[in-house]
């Protein structure tokens, strides 16, 4: 079974404070995926990559930065945490085109900024 | 822009009714089309996906239903059972890539 697990299941951060959101992956997969999911607007994607050192910003990467350094490790960075960042965080991975595009999404990380 | 439509946004069913959940794309290039299915506490998983040179495909009590002329795509859960509460999002690709975009999700309350 893959799966994907996430450093964190709640965290409580301070406005201003940098904050790491760190997934790991044992199945040797291309792709990783950070989304926030919020009430009524589904999943939004932040950023995407496809292969260690590369990444792509998604539909909302403002306030936020990744780091991909080992295929199996993907981070995500809130350089600055606000309380607009209070959310819900999904990291995701997938093998990739070649092997069909579903994604294996971790339990998610729920982030409360005060 | 959200480019994946799905209503309604929460549903309550009876045990053994036929849940209903609609999703409306914009790119008529799609080629796959998802549905994900999460309970409370956990990410979401692929309950069932399709591809747009079938109408249909059904997966036990759950099928998918494509109208590619109205650019729609359906959920249907047939004899709902209390275990099928969940939220269910719809998605759909970001141009030919790897990438989904996904609805903003249905929350489905079965009553027992």
């Known amino acids: 079974d893959v799966k994907v697990t996430q450093s964190s299941r709640y965290l409580v951060k301070r406005t201003g404070e940098k904050v790491f959101l760190e997934c790991v992956q044992d199945?040797?997969?291309?792709?990783m995926f950070w989304y926030r999911q919020d009430p009524g607007l589904g999943l939004r994607l932040i950023y995407f990559?496809?292969?260690?050192?590369?990444?792509e910003k998604g539909d909302i990467p403002e306030g936020y930065s990744v780091s991909r350094e080992k295929k199996e490790r993907f981070s995500l960075i809130l350089e600055s945490a606000s309380t607009n960042q209070t959310s819900m965080y999904l990291c995701?991975?997938?093998?990739?085109?070649?092997?069909?595009?579903?994604?294996?999404f971790g339990p998610g990380t729920r982030l409360t900024v005060t | 822009q959200q480019q994946v439509k799905q209503s309604p946004q929460s549903l309550i069913v009876q045990k053994g009714g036929i849940s209903i959940i609609n999703c409306a794309y914009e790119?008529?290039?799609?080629?796959?089309f998802p549905w994900y299915q999460q309970f409370p506490g956990k990410g979401p998983a692929l309950l069932i996906a399709?591809?747009?040179?079938?109408s249909e495909k059904k997966e036990g009590r759950f099928t998918i239903s494509f109208n590619k002329s109205a650019k729609q795509f359906s959920l249907h859960i047939m004899d709902s059972q209390p275990g099928d509460s969940a939220t269910y999002f719809c998605?759909?690709?970001?141009?030919?890539?790897?990438?989904?975009?996904f609805g903003g999700g249905t929350r489905v309350l079965v009553k027992p």
């Open positions: 998605a759909a690709p970001k141009a030919a890539g790897n990438k989904l975009t």
């Open positions: 790119n008529t290039a799609f080629d796959y």
């Open positions: 995701a991975s997938s093998i990739g085109l070649a092997g069909g595009r579903e994604q294996y």
């Open positions: 199945m040797d997969h291309e792709n």
């Open positions: 990559s496809y292969d260690v050192k590369m990444k």
């Open positions: 399709i591809r747009p040179d079938v």
